[in-house]
């Protein structure tokens, strides 16, 4: 299907690359416009802070990257990625380990520039999309009346005197937390979104240690979550070059020190000793790094009755989550899904309405699942509405079930790693199995720093 000569695409992180994979299908061209200078290798930039942190592709991301790049897993493993199976995570929450035996899930242990690099290669291949970094998206350019997008100014960051236009039949802002969306939309006379803000005050620090790979029995995967009455947890992941990736993460103003001793010192306060062991006597690869996120925030554009036309936002320029549970990448992967199947439903016609419509339901999944999770913490301020307290209620008597269950705990890893929509927990055979568990179990185990919603 041709739609168009040119489509633009403002920003190559995930979001922005994978939106340009069905665009190139679809368009004559398609330009990915980027501030930074892209590297060769896989390494860390300045405009993926983030991605020093960790950054796993969790199943339901992994499945779905394959739909749009087929065989990228293989891509991956080839770069030196880990691809992990279930079976051996070692995912502490809710006071217990999760049983996984018998499932056959898999996630990325990688880190995020690897990532992005081997995604990029994918995208760039077979030749439709170029482009263009070191420019940055400074405004919209739109027809006389306002009413379409028909291009984007843009600034050399070498030299900011040097501006140029470019034209496209469809522009995409998937520049980031920090888009200048909001301020475009207000400058051409549109309603800006509204904007749901969640205060976690929430800090990261991340170390890297040389791997073994006999190092906890050949686990290569470990999540202890922050319990409520806690602000502590912790991932640790084997990445490429015989590495662990340890991020340490701190709730509520708590920052996890970067020096090593500070950093043994509170992995060893974590309420499970997986990380500790890891940390404890692991030989460091370089420095750490600290990332601080006051908020994590929501803009509601699928709420806008306006919007100019050939025009669409995505990724964390529409939601940027509390990243604990992995799943700001997936998200943008559903989004550039359903952008596809929107184009090939309707065209052009009201694409940027249309797409945040259909990818609705994932950011909301990702957002309550997130969301619900910050909010088990009292002091985290927000709306806890009664299907928010039943969840939780729910979710206390599931843990412990899926502590020694795998069914129970297949089922919850299938909703956080985005391959169920969280209602799956509620079918009744799931719930008949976690009743007639925590009967038998006779106790009921606060529910970890996670909390799935029920659909409002
Ligand atoms: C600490 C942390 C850990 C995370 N861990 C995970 C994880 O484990 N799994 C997961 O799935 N997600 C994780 N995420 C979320 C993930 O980073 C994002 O959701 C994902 O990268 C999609 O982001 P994006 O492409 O929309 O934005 P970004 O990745 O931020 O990319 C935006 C791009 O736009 C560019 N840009 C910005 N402004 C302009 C401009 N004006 N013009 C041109 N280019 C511009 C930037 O340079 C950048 O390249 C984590 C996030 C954080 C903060």
């Known amino acids: 299907m041709h739609l168009g000569d040119h489509a633009v695409v403002l920003g190559a992180g995930m979001a922005g690359l994978v939106h340009a994979v069905p665009l190139a299908e679809r368009f004559e061209r398609v330009t990915l416009v980027e501030r930074d200078s892209l590297p060769d290798r896989a390494e860390p930039r300045t405009g993926v802070p983030q991605g020093q942190h960790i950054h796993l592709l969790v ?23 880990h691809l992990i199976g279930a079976p051996e995570w070692r995912f502490h929450m809710g006071g217990g380990r999760l049983d996984l035996r018998g499932t056959d899930f898999r996630i990325t242990g990688a880190t995020r520039p690897l990532i992005e690099h081997v995604v990029r290669a994918r995208v760039l291949a077979p030749g439709g999309v170029e482009v263009l970094d070191g420019w940055a998206a400074r405004e919209l350019l739109t027809t006389s009346d306002r009413s379409r997008v028909t291009g984007v100014r843009l600034r050399s960051e070498a030299d900011p005197t040097e501006e140029r236009a470019l034209a496209a039949d469809l522009v995409v802002d998937t520049t980031g937390r920090g888009s200048r969306s909001p301020r475009w939309l207000a400058d051409l006379g549109y309603l800006p979104p509204a904007e ?16 073994s790979p006999r190092d906890l029995d050949g686990s290569r995967n470990v999540l202890v979550d922050v319990p409520p009455a806690g602000r502590r947890g912790g991932v640790a992941l084997a990445v490429e070059e015989g590495r662990w990736l340890v991020t340490l993460i701190g709730m509520l103003g708590e920052r996890p020190p970067a020096d090593l001793t500070g950093f043994t010192e509170y992995a060893s306060g974590l309420w499970n000793g997986d990380i500790h062991d890891v940390v404890s006597g692991g030989t460091p690869v370089g420095d750490a790094v600290r990332a601080a996120f006051p908020s994590f925030s929501r803009h509601r554009y699928d709420r806008l009755r306006r919007l100019p036309e050939r025009y669409l936002v995505a990724g964390d320029a529409v939601c940027s989550f509390d990243p604990r549970f992995g799943q700001g990448m997936t998200v943008a992967i559903i989004e550039a899904l359903e952008m596809r199947r929107v184009l090939d439903e309707h065209g052009l016609d009201r694409i940027g309405p249309r797409v945040l419509s259909s990818a609705r339901w994932a950011v909301q999944d990702a957002w309550d699942l997130a969301a619900g999770g910050d909010l088990a913490h009292p002091e985290v301020e927000g709306p806890r509405p009664l299907s928010w307290r039943l969840t939780t209620a729910y979710l206390e008597r599931l843990l412990p079930v899926a502590h020694r269950d795998p069914l129970v705990g297949a089922a919850l890893i299938r909703v956080i790693g985005m391959l169920d929509r969280p209602q799956r927990l509620m079918r009744p055979q799931l719930l008949r199995r976690v009743l007639a568990g925590s009967r038998r179990n006779g106790s009921r185990t606060p529910a970890s720093g996670s909390a799935v919603r029920s659909p409002a």
Request: no cysteine.
């Open 59 to 81: 199943p339901g991301g992994l499945t779905r990257l394959e739909e749009l790049l087929p065989a990228v897993a293989d891509d991956l493993s080839g770069r030196g990625a």
């Open 196 to 211: 749901e803000r969640l205060k976690v005050d929430v800090h990261y620090t991340t170390r890297l240690f040389r791997r």
